[in-house]
């Protein structure tokens, strides 16, 4: 196995030795701050000694400097060589041993993966999820769910990293969504850390990857073939931003998505984190949530949020389809003028 972790851990440095640039200087500093508690076991509220972090990052850009030309290697399990991008046949090879891999795209269309021991491995509605806890390797880009075809992974350790940041930054005074959400699993600002906090903390963590789930099953559903091509075209980050952006909020209010699951379920601490987490392109683009989400603070009428919610995916269906004749066009320069127009009537 460790000739595997190393063949990963190669693969993930190769991609980050080439994209490490596409972050912003603070979001580059998260993303080492993340990654150097992953790969030592750390939890995410564990004290980081900075000496201890400066030195590793020196070693990790002294490695990546003669990596960025590296070609991804192969992974050799058990004598038979697997693509990297071969999530079922590498997941059938480890699932035995207790491993899950992942292996796919992220922002920037940075190759990204990762191995961890498997939670669960479950079929849902014709896909394959995998639940991963503790992970043994990574690279620099981490969501806490991702789809590849057929399958779905939900990373609990780096939700419960996104989760703590946001405990540790919230503030009544910054809105209600968040501190509504934590109240609801009985945590509150500036709680004490303890064994009891920790407990409920983990079950936000659990409960919370299903709303991922939903999300990931109804993206499923609505996608369209040419969106990844789409994304090749954007030009810039703030544009790709701006798509992914448009695709997420198609499938959050979809019939089949988690702002209607929410509602059916009447869950109150999935509602406000859906709302809190809410941020970039996707907040501008979906007010309507924002303003349901403040009135069903004052009367707990959740058909206002279902009526938000049904708004909100007419409207994003509608912009979906405006890029996609734009991208038909075949003119690029047409298309990305298009979405420039789009951003600028949103900002």
């Given at each position: 196995?460790?000739?595997?972790?190393?063949?990963?851990?190669?693969?993930?440095?190769?991609?980050?030795?080439?994209?490490?640039?596409?972050?912003?200087?603070?979001?580059?500093?998260?993303?080492?701050?993340?990654?150097?508690?992953?790969?030592?076991?750390?939890?995410?509220?564990?004290?980081?000694?900075?000496?201890?972090?400066?030195?590793?990052?020196?070693?990790?850009?002294?490695?990546?400097?003669?990596?960025?030309?590296?070609?991804?290697?192969?992974?050799?399990?058990?004598?038979?060589?697997?693509?990297?991008?071969?999530?079922?046949?590498?997941?059938?090879?480890?699932?035995?041993?207790?491993y899950v891999y992942?292996?796919?795209?992220?922002?920037?269309?940075?190759?990204?993966?990762?191995?961890?021991?498997?939670?669960?491995?479950?079929?849902?509605?014709?896909?394959?999820?995998?639940?991963?806890?503790?992970?043994l390797v990574r690279?620099?880009?981490?969501?806490?769910?991702?789809?590849?075809?057929?399958?779905?992974?939900?990373?609990?350790?780096?939700?419960?990293?996104?989760?703590?940041?946001?405990?540790?930054?919230?503030?009544?005074?910054?809105?209600?969504?968040?501190?509504?959400?934590?109240?609801?699993?009985?945590?509150?600002?500036?709680?004490?850390?303890?064994?009891?906090?920790?407990?409920?903390?983990?079950?936000?963590?659990?409960?919370?990857?299903?709303?991922?789930?939903?999300?990931?099953?109804?993206?499923?559903?609505?996608?369209?073939?040419?969106?990844?091509?789409?994304?090749?075209?954007?030009?810039?980050?703030?544009?790709?931003?701006?798509?992914?952006?448009?695709?997420?909020?198609?499938?959050?209010?979809?019939?089949?998505?988690?702002?209607?699951?929410?509602?059916?379920?009447?869950?109150?601490?999935?509602?406000?984190?859906?709302?809190?987490?809410?941020?970039?392109?996707?907040?501008?683009?979906?007010?309507?949530?924002?303003?349901?989400?403040?009135?069903?603070?004052?009367?707990?009428?959740?058909?206002?949020?279902?009526?938000?919610?049904?708004?909100?995916?007419?409207?994003?269906?509608?912009?979906?389809?405006?890029?996609?004749?734009?991208?038909?066009?075949?003119?690029?320069?047409?298309?990305?003028?298009?979405?420039?127009?789009?951003?600028?009537?949103?900002?």
């Amino acid at each position: 196995m460790d000739a595997v972790l190393e063949d990963i851990k190669f693969n993930c440095d190769v991609s980050d030795a080439r994209y490490w640039g596409y972050f912003s200087i603070c979001g580059l500093l998260m993303r080492y701050r993340d990654l150097f508690r992953s790969e030592r076991g750390l939890e995410p509220w564990s004290s980081i000694v900075r000496e201890e972090i400066a030195a590793w990052i020196g070693r990790k850009e002294s490695r990546w400097a003669g990596l960025e030309d590296r070609s991804l290697r192969n992974l050799t399990i058990k004598g038979t060589a697997y693509s990297p991008f071969d999530i079922d046949g590498i997941n059938q090879s480890l699932h035995a041993d207790g491993y899950v891999y992942g292996a796919g795209y992220g922002m920037y269309l940075k190759p990204t993966f990762f191995l961890g021991r498997a939670r669960s491995v479950a079929a849902i509605e014709g896909h394959t999820v995998h639940t991963a806890e503790r992970e043994l390797v990574r690279d620099l880009f981490t969501a806490p769910a991702m789809l590849r075809e057929c399958s779905i992974f939900l990373r609990l350790e780096p939700l419960k990293a996104l989760l703590w940041d946001k405990f540790t930054e919230f503030r009544p005074d910054r809105g209600p969504a968040l501190t509504d959400a934590f109240g609801a699993y009985g945590i509150t600002p500036g709680q004490p850390f303890s064994g009891d906090f920790a407990r409920r903390f983990e079950q936000m963590v659990l409960n919370y990857s299903g709303v991922l789930l939903r999300h990931e099953l109804a993206e499923s559903k609505e996608a369209v073939p040419q969106w990844k091509e789409l994304l090749t075209q954007a030009g810039d980050r703030n544009t790709e931003h701006f798509l992914r952006a448009v695709k997420d909020l198609v499938a959050d209010t979809s019939d089949t998505g988690p702002f209607r699951s929410i509602v059916e379920k009447r869950d109150r601490g999935a509602l406000g984190l859906s709302v809190g987490l809410m941020d970039g392109y996707r907040r501008l683009l979906f007010p309507e949530v924002r303003k349901a989400y403040g009135r069903f603070l004052e009367d707990g009428a959740w058909e206002i949020v279902e009526n938000a919610r049904q708004q909100g995916n007419t409207r994003f269906m509608a912009l979906r389809q405006r890029i996609l004749e734009l991208f038909a066009s075949g003119d690029q320069r047409f298309f990305r003028r298009g979405i420039a127009d789009m951003m600028q009537n949103i900002a």
